[in-house]
């Protein structure tokens, strides 16, 4: 059996180049889930459902510029931000994709207020920003779609509560990321590392491309919203001027990168390496990024590719959730980038 394993590691196209066999997204979780005697195919479906949906609004996304749903859609959501025409396309896309499918009870979705009951006789939740990043839509700037997967808690035959949906990140039973990039690709974790599977046009599927991701341990980017600097907490600063601070040894200064996409900034530095940070502000005390669609799932796959995710002052996937659309302050990267910033951390609180 070809596994990620006996791959040589980040071969993006290589299986063609080595006439390797190509390994669609479905052989590869087929394979995965026979190493789970009993496993159903439940979430293999699920994943059916997000790649179909993935590839329609990867259409969607590519004609932005040619037909008319460019643009805000004129609605605010939840959080008063403005929606976008695809935002809300892209949830329609993925919720329906999902409903079709029967394996999934319950959405939270940026874009829907509160839980979206699904069936109620399936054991699985999905939590997603159908849309990321979508304030670049407009300038052809690459942006995602974040998701995660979590098992029900109550049985099975009624509608998933408040309980199901509200679970802290280390009960994922699976969580990934699609990037709608130069090119398109499905990034994932079962909690057996993390696989990247890139969009091939010509036969319409997902083809390994990435196996058994590793984030560099040492890396040299930073990304933050530097604009709000002066609203960040002191030791971010500080960590900020040491990014900046000249030290051959070191390999500093670091490279600022932030495209002020989530998914895009967070793919970077984990194939290159770097730290990416959405610290508490004076407007935004908790953060901007939410816990449940945005910060548990990417903390897991920073975590199963060897990096290190945190509030900054606790692991992410320790968090205990207390609202749908909860925001939490996050720091995501190379484990060694992280530490240095956590050592001006807890500096500043001791
Ligand atoms: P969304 O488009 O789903 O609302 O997410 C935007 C998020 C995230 O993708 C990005 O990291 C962050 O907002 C950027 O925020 P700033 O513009 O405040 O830097
Ligand atoms: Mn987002
Ligand atoms: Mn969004």
């Known amino acids: 059996m070809t596994t990620a394993a006996t791959l040589p590691a980040r071969n993006f196209y290589g299986c063609m180049k080595q ?9 590869f979780i087929a394979e995965e889930q026979q190493k789970f005697p009993g496993a159903s195919g439940e979430l293999s479906r699920i994943f059916r459902d997000i790649k179909l949906a993935a590839k329609i609004v990867n259409r969607d996304v590519n004609k932005a510029g040619l037909v008319d749903i460019l643009g805000n859609h004129g609605t605010t959501n939840i959080q ?12 329609e896309e993925f919720i329906a994709a999902l409903a079709a499918g029967g394996d999934c009870c319950a959405v939270i979705s940026e ?12 054991k699985y939740i999905v939590a997603m ?3 990321d990043g979508s304030s670049n839509i407009d300038v052809n700037a690459a942006i995602g779609t974040i998701f995660s997967i979590y098992k029900r808690v109550t ?8 309980e199901d949906c509200l679970q802290p990140g280390n009960k994922q039973v699976a969580a990934g990321y699609v990037i709608y990039g130069s090119s398109t690709m499905l990034v994932y974790t079962t909690g057996q590392g993390v696989n990247g599977f890139t969009l ?4 319409g599927d997902f083809c390994l491309s990435h196996p058994n991701i590793q984030v560099p341990q040492n890396g040299k980017i930073y990304s933050v919203n530097e604009g709000n600097f002066a609203q960040f907490p002191l030791p971010y600063r500080e960590y900020i001027k040491y990014c900046k601070q000249v030290d051959k040894e070191s390999h500093r200064p670091y490279s600022a990168r932030y495209i002020g996409s989530m998914v895009a900034d967070f793919h970077r530095n984990m194939i290159k390496g770097g730290i990416f940070m959405y610290p508490e502000t004076e407007s935004a005390p908790k953060g901007k990024l939410r816990l449940m669609y ?11 590719a060897g990096g290190t995710a945190s509030t900054g002052t606790e692991r992410i996937l320790d968090v ?31």
């Open 19 to 27: 006439k390797q066999r190509v390994i669609t997204l479905s052989q």
């Open 80 to 91: 008063g931000e403005t929606v976008k025409k695809l935002d809300v396309l892209a949830n």
């Open 200 to 203: 091939d046009i010509g036969i």
């Open 320 to 350: 205990i959730p207390t609202e749908l659309h909860q925001r939490v302050p996050v720091i995501l990267g190379s484990k060694n980038m992280v530490s240095k910033l956590m050592e001006f951390l807890q500096q500043t609180a001791g």
């Open 129 to 131: 920003d159908p849309l």
């Open 294 to 304: 945005e910060c548990n799932p990417m903390s897991w796959i920073m975590e199963q």
């Open 155 to 162: 049985p099975v035959g009624s509608e998933a509560t408040l």
């Open 111 to 122: 874009e829907e207020d509160y839980i979206r009951p699904l069936n109620p006789d399936a």
